[in-house]
């Protein structure tokens, strides 16, 4: 990856690839996550213990093979777990739906089931070796014959083995070309053993693996592709789905409208019959109902839209509820602040919430008008139903349905300007 970034912590959909393999995982039913690890992995184990805070970590001192990694873990083996499912946390795209089919081969009796899928481009895959139904052996592509290396039918990675075929992977052996213990060496342990081992088809998109920032590319790209079409599937209208970017996490009502250029971060929850305008960038966010947002809005972390509030051009909310109906329409700033049902916001104007140490919080009432070019500094209070004069710097707070207005008397010299161009051209010559 030419990272400093562990290539797990690499983001698909707005989340950490591992983040995706763990939440198949739990959403299969798992009931224990153990997630191994290598050395100097500080990142990747604080991230498993807030997305998975009962997962257990296990470090994988040398990297020997997967077999090897599996046995890193071999502690989660002691208690006799019904069924067992590896899976590679470069493997962002596998569906939980996938996962159950590969349990319910093992509700059914195999012992051993292995994910595969079928592809033009087999090369550099480790080849599914199979007879009558029954799965003989995973042949990696070094070590496979030329007649091994026709057939495409290829090792996805993620193997499934019931609890009592643990105790085969001890004896894996090292006798390959690289020396190391693979687990697809499994299969032909457990054949010798007399156990049922089988494999089942999926769809090659799922298991695409991620070993460089191109591939990544690629998986944000199919990513992408699915969830523009279950958001359009679920009542959504995107007029321009190849310019919309959702995250793992993006909430969409019904007969929703996402204008082109608009990305959704992680966080955002958007309610019915809402638009959203063209070159939006949203995250962290609730939008309730009947709201319009854009074109050009900035929403950041902490924003709460209430219904059918808008929200307009160049407008950038961060750490703030706009409540029912109120209008914060042209070129506005709007930090840690709370704006009450049917307020109008100026264009121009801005919540000074931050003092160089601090962030402070401004209460606009409902009703209120705030006129335009206008800088509340924080903190400050403006009353229900209360008038802010256009171009004013409001310090202290207004009572309700009170006027303020904070500039310098308007002074006006009759002539004056015509005496400066005479001056000025006197200069000149």
């Known amino acids: 990856m030419r990272s400093a970034l562990p290539k797990v912590m690499h983001q698909v959909g707005g989340r950490p690839m591992l983040g995706h393999v763990i939440a198949a995982a739990q959403g299969a039913g798992a009931n224990r996550v153990a997630v ?3 050395p100097n992995a500080d990142g990747v184990r604080a991230f498993v213990a807030e997305a998975a805070p009962d997962a257990a970590t296990y470090e994988q001192t040398q990297r020997l093979g997967t077999a090897h990694a599996v046995l890193a873990a071999a502690k989660e083996f ?44 087999p ?29 495409d039918f290829c090792n996805a990675g993620v193997m499934g083995f019931r609890g009592a075929a643990a105790s085969l992977l001890k004896k894996i052996g090292n006798r390959n070309a690289k020396g190391e213990f693979y ?43 699915q969830a523009r079409r279950v958001a359009m599937s679920e009542g959504v209208t995107l007029i321009a789905p190849e310019t919309v970017w959702l995250s793992y996490d993006t909430k969409l009502g019904r007969d929703v409208i996402v204008e082109p250029n608009v990305f959704f971060g992680p966080g955002v929850t958007v309610g019915d019959d809402v638009v959203i305008r063209a070159n939006s960038h949203i995250e962290g966010t609730r939008i309730a109902t009947g709201a ?30 706009v409540d029912e109906g109120a209008k914060v329409n042209h070129l506005t700033y709007i930090g840690d602040a709370h704006v009450g049902a049917g307020a109008n916001i100026g264009a121009g104007t801005i919540t000074c919430n931050y003092d160089g140490f601090a962030k402070h919080h401004t209460e606009i009432g409902a009703g209120a008008f705030v006129g335009s070019n206008s800088s509340l500094v924080a903190p400050l209070t403006i009353g229900v139903g209360a008038y802010i004069g256009s171009g004013s710097v409001i310090t ?23 005496e400066l161009r005479a001056l000025k051209a006197k200069q000149k010559a």
């Not at 707070?397 to 904070?406: M, Q, S």
Request: some cysteine.
């Open 123 to 151: 090369t550099g895959y480790g080849r599914l070796l199979t007879e009558k139904g029954r799965l003989l052996a995973i042949r990696e592509e070094r070590d496979a014959s030329d007649a091994e290396r026709e057939i």
């Open 396 to 418: 202290t707070d207004v009572p309700d349905n009170a006027l303020a207005i904070g500039r310098c008397r308007q002074i006006t010299k009759a002539g004056w300007a015509d």
């Open 183 to 225: 687990l697809t060496d499994l299969v032909e342990l457990a054949n010798r053993a007399k156990k049922k081992v089988v494999a089942i088809e999926g769809d090659e998109s799922e298991f695409l693996g991620v070993n460089s920032r191109i591939e990544l590319a690629a998986a944000e790209r199919v990513f992408q592709h």
């Open 292 to 321: 319009v947002v854009g074109p050009f809005a900035r929403l950041r972390p902490g924003t709460d839209i209430g219904p059918n509030a808008h929200i307009g051009n160049f407008v950038e909310v961060k750490n703030a509820a």
């Open 78 to 121: 002691k208690s006799a777990p019904d069924d067992v499912i590896v899976l590679y946390g470069d493997t962002p795209l596998l569906t939980s739906a996938t996962l159950k089919r590969l349990r319910s081969a093992m509700t059914r009796g195999a012992d051993v089931v292995v994910l595969g899928f079928r592809t033009g481009s």
């Open 36 to 38: 191994v690890v290598g």
